[in-house]
C-alpha cells in the first residue's frame, strides 16, 4: 500500500519561512519514481512548484519559487522536503506530495499517487 503523509503546513507572515515533509512508504518512493510539491490555491488549478528525480538528484522549480523554496530527499527517512523562505501572499494554498513518471514534471494528471496535503496560509 502506497502512503504519503504531508505535514508542516501552517500560517505565517510575510518573508517568513515553513517546511514541509512528506513521509512516504510503499512503493511510491522509489529513485524510479520522480517526487514533487504542487499546489493549489481556491479557485485555481493545482501548479507544480518543485520536484526532484531521486536517481539523478536533478531538481525542478517554478518560476515563482525560484530563489525561495528548494526541495531535497531523506534518502534514510524516505521523506521528502520543502523548505519555504520569504513567503509570499500569493503562496497560500493547499500543498500536496505526489510520486510518479510524468510526462512533464509540473503536470498533476502524469502522477500517480497522492498525499492529502497541508494548508499554507501567508498573511500580508
Known amino acids: 500500500q502506497v502512503h504519503l503523509v504531508e505535514s508542516g503546513g501552517g500560517s505565517v507572515q510575510a518573508g517568513g519561512s515553513l517546511r514541509l515533509s512528506c513521509a512516504t512508504s510503499?512503493?511510491?518512493?522509489?529513485?524510479?519514481?520522480?517526487m514533487a510539491w504542487f499546489r493549489q490555491a481556491p479557485e485555481k488549478e493545482r501548479e507544480g512548484v518543485a520536484a526532484v528525480y531521486p536517481r539523478s538528484g536533478i531538481t525542478y522549480y517554478a518560476d515563482s519559487v525560484k530563489g525561495r523554496f528548494t526541495i531535497s530527499l531523506d534518502n534514510a527517512k524516505n521523506t521528502l522536503y520543502l523548505q519555504m523562505n520569504g513567503l509570499k501572499p500569493d503562496d497560500t494554498a493547499m500543498y500536496y506530495c505526489a510520486s510518479g513518471w510524468p510526462n512533464t514534471w509540473y503536470e498533476p494528471g502524469d502522477f500517480t499517487y497522492w498525499g492529502q496535503g497541508t494548508q499554507v496560509t501567508v498573511s500580508s
Open positions: 510503499g512503493y511510491a518512493y522509489s529513485s524510479l519514481y520522480y
